[in-house]
């Protein structure tokens, strides 16, 4: 079991810059490949990046790369997302999420446990 709890979300303009945390409980964090996923209003909940159980492997959505950045602290159990250049669009409630699996994952249904999510507000 793997509890999961973001923060660092909150109001930026355009063009600034947020960096989210996500602190996960449990010894098994190790074994468990990250990601962050977002889902703005009316929208489906979308992939935004992911990083394997050694960090050493990240994987980006398109719209982010070069943007974003996923790391990890398998010390501290803490995944991070570095946010910069940040657009209206990236607005969205951000959730860090655990998969089932130690290898990079892109799919909702890939990932077993989920955060209660961090509201990201860009301003333009």
């Known amino acids: 079991q793997v509890q999961l709890v973001e923060s660092g979300g909150g109001l930026v303009q355009t063009g600034g810059s947020l960096r989210l945390s996500c602190a996960a409980s449990g010894r098994s964090f190790s074994t468990h490949a990250m990601g962050w996923f977002r889902q703005a209003a009316g929208k489906e909940r979308e992939f935004v990046a992911a990083i394997n159980w050694s960090g050493y492997t990240t994987e980006y959505v398109d719209s982010v790369k070069g943007r974003f950045t996923i790391s990890r602290d398998n010390v501290k159990n803490t995944v991070y997302l570095q946010m910069n250049s940040l657009k209206p669009e990236d607005t969205a409630v951000y959730y860090c999420?655990?998969?089932?699996?130690?290898?990079?994952?892109?799919?909702?249904?890939?990932?077993?446990?989920w955060g209660q999510g961090t509201q990201v507000t860009v301003s333009s």
């Open positions: 999420a655990a998969a089932g699996r130690a290898d990079v994952v892109v799919t909702t249904t890939q990932y077993d446990y």
